[in-house]
T-cell receptor, first 118, second 119 residues
Framework: GESVGLHLPTLSVQEGDNSIINCAYSNSASDYFIWYKQESGKGPQFIIDIRSNMDKRQGQRVTVLLNKTVKHLSLQIAATQPGDSAVYFC?????????????????FGQGTILTVHP | DVKVTQSSRYLVKRTGEKVFLECVQDMDHENMFWYRQDPGLGLRLIYFSYDVKMKEKGDIPEGYSVSREKKERFSLILESASTNQTSMYLCASIDWGQGHRIGLGYGYTFGSGTRLTVV
């Protein structure tokens, strides 16, 4: 769904279903992308990452797809479990320079709330 | 695994107080960051540091300063706390070495956050 005002997009699924969470990124120069999971009261936890020279990467139960043409990133979670319920953020990193040093600047999406029903 | 530790989970401070938020990482990372997280606004970068005693402003530095006297410690300072600084504050670190520039699995590691309430 689309975010409206202060409301995060939400996705509700049944346990065992596959989930797909989408993210649009803004900077065509970004070359590194990360998905994070954040449970209530905790900091973001790294899930999976991908570089701009790839269009797909798989982990354990998770797959990230990158479409650079439309600047779109997605996270697929197979056989979703109640423990997967959380807010999921995408983040893009673009390179900057300061003080003669190159560094990356991470920009986050607003997040999607995933709720898994038993 | 990299561990990023924020000294306080919850803080309540009064308007006008000087507030220190502490962050320590144990993997010798050069680069450390402070973000704040607010509903509907996501994570926004306040300041970051790419070396000891070096700091750079992020997107929302106003009302904040930072200190990096040692590699493992990055402190966020609210010079005079205001109610609009009530938020969740998150510290992160990464090593922007060759591994990160070309590899995978080097995602930024976050602490558990400090929820600050200014009254």
């Amino acid at each position: 769904g689309e975010s409206v005002g202060l409301h995060l997009p939400t996705l509700s699924v049944q346990e065992g279903d596959n989930s797909i969470i989408n993210c649009a990124y803004s900077n065509s120069a970004s070359d590194y992308f990360i998905w994070y999971k954040q449970e209530s009261g905790k900091g973001p936890q790294f899930i999976i990452d991908i570089r701009s020279n790839m269009d797909k990467r798989q982990g354990q139960r998770v797959t990230v797809l990158l479409n650079k043409t439309v600047k779109h990133l997605s996270l697929q979670i197979a056989a979703t479990q109640p423990g997967d319920s959380a807010v999921y953020f995408c983040a893009e990193e673009s390179l900057r320079s300061a003080g003669g040093t190159s560094y990356g600047k991470l920009t986050f999406g607003q997040g999607t709330i995933l709720t898994v029903h038993p | 695994d990299v561990k990023v530790t924020q000294s306080s989970r919850y803080l309540v401070k009064r308007t006008g107080e000087k507030v220190f938020l502490e962050c320590v990482q144990d993997m010798d990372h050069e680069n450390m960051f402070w973000y704040r997280q607010d509903p509907g606004l996501g994570l926004r970068l306040i300041y970051f540091s790419y070396d000891v005693k070096m700091k750079e402003k992020g997107d929302i530095p106003e009302g904040y300063s930072v200190s990096r006297e040692k590699k493992e410690r990055f402190s966020l300072i609210l010079e005079s706390a205001s109610t609009n600084q009530t938020s969740m504050y998150l510290c992160a670190s990464i090593d922007w070495g060759q591994g990160h520039r070309i590899g995978l699995g080097y995602g930024y590691t976050f602490g558990s956050g400090t929820r600050l309430t200014v009254v």
